[in-house]
């Protein structure tokens, strides 16, 4: 199975200020036939179910706000919010789906 | 506007049964791939099983394996987890999920997800 590992696993921010979330997989999910990474973020906030934010690593799911960014190949992937709103703090989840089982990280709990 | 609802969930006794249910609605049911995850109660999300869009193909995580079965109808635009020897640490929060992509045999990422059934497994 790909594990995979966040950090950290908690970050506080300022309101406007810059959020970074770090996701490394224990194995590549970059499949070389087409170059694609294998790896969306979710948001989940308080009693509320995950939601899409991005998916192949860096495109940004319909309707998702451009201060959320996705970088990142191979193993090594962020998640950035430039700009941090009230509204954005939830726990962020990044998922591989180069391999089933498909494997989720630990969660980052993102406060201000 | 798509939409998942779970239904099913409950407190069952260890060893206990449960047929979870979700019925999709706002899209054609029967083009996507589904899935179930699940989240214990203050942890993170655990992928459960997936079906391929004919109910053709199935999959499971090994912590399931030989317990749970995923089905669909997708006559009746419905996912079905059959959850069986349940155990306490299947005690979560069950999502359901629905692949973008239509046709995949195997769900990649997950654009929709309902609000969940709770399972509680205790004596």
């Known amino acids: 199975d790909i594990v995979m590992t966040q950090s950290p696993d908690s970050l506080d921010v300022s309101l406007g200020e810059r959020a970074t979330i770090n996701c490394k997989s224990s194995q590549s999910v970059l499949y070389s036939s087409n170059n694609k990474n294998y790896l969306a973020w979710y948001q989940q906030k308080p009693g509320q179910p995950p939601k899409l934010l991005i998916y192949w690593a860096s495109t940004r799911e319909s309707g998702v706000p451009d201060r959320f960014s996705g970088s990142g190949s191979g193993t090594d992937f962020t998640l950035t919010i430039t700009g941090l709103q009230a509204e954005d703090v939830a726990v962020y989840y990044c998922?591989?789906?180069?391999?089933?089982?498909?494997?989720f990280g630990q969660g980052t709990k993102v406060e201000i | 506007e798509v939409q998942l609802l779970e239904s099913g969930g409950g407190l069952v006794q260890p060893g206990g049964s449960l047929r979870l249910s979700c019925a999709a609605s706002?899209?054609?049911?029967?083009?996507?791939?589904m899935s179930w995850v699940r989240q214990a109660p203050g942890k993170g999300l655990e992928w459960v099983s997936s079906?391929?869009?004919?109910?053709?193909?199935?999959y499971y995580a090994d912590s399931v394996k030989g317990r749970f079965t995923i089905s669909r109808d997708n006559s009746k635009n419905t996912l079905y987890l059959q959850t069986n020897s349940l155990r306490a640490e299947d005690t979560a929060v069950y999502y359901c999920a629905k692949d973008p992509r239509v046709g995949l045999n195997n769900p990649e990422y997950f654009d929709y997800w309902g609000q969940g059934t709770l399972v509680t497994v205790s004596s």
């Open positions: 079906i391929s869009v004919s109910g053709g193909s199935t």
């Open positions: 998922q591989q789906y180069y391999n089933t089982p498909r494997t």
């Open positions: 706002g899209f054609t049911f029967s083009n996507y791939a």
